[in-house]
């Protein structure tokens, strides 16, 4: 069992920068692949980025490459999503993820992957 705790959203004017944080609870933490999604209002939740259990590989949306960056740091259980040159499309809830695996392979952009999610940090842009 992996329980996952988001935070760091709020309310940034368009160019602003946000550091989102997922604590989790549980030994799988250090083995498991990591992954943020977000979701608008009336939208599906979508892939925003993906890290691998030793941070050797990432993956990233292709509209948030070069502004976000996605870490972890196994010693304390924390995965990261820091935010740079948010723009108004950024808005949505922010969801942490743990995939069922160290991994990530093709369908690691996808919500079937993951297995435990959080309950979600709300980011706004505004223009």
């Known amino acids: 069992q992996v329980q996952l705790v988001e935070s760091g959203g709020g309310l940034v004017q368009a160019g602003g920068s946000l550091r989102l944080s997922c604590v989790a609870s549980g030994r799988t933490f250090g083995s498991r692949a990591m992954g943020w999604f977000r979701q608008a209002p009336g939208k599906e939740r979508d892939f925003v980025a993906a890290?691998?259990?030793?941070?050797?590989?990432?993956y990233y949306e292709d509209s948030v490459k070069g502004r976000f960056t996605i870490s972890r740091d196994n010693a304390k259980n924390t995965v990261y999503l820091q935010m740079n040159n948010l723009v108004p499309e950024d808005t949505g809830m922010y969801y942490c993820?743990?995939?069922?695996?160290?991994?990530?392979?093709?369908?690691?952009?996808?919500?079937?992957?993951?297995?435990?999610w959080g309950q979600g940090t709300q980011v706004s842009v505004s223009s």
């Open positions: 890290i691998t259990w030793g941070s050797v590989t990432k």
């Open positions: 993820a743990a995939n069922y695996q160290g991994t990530l392979h093709p369908g690691s952009n996808t919500w079937r992957s993951y297995e435990y």
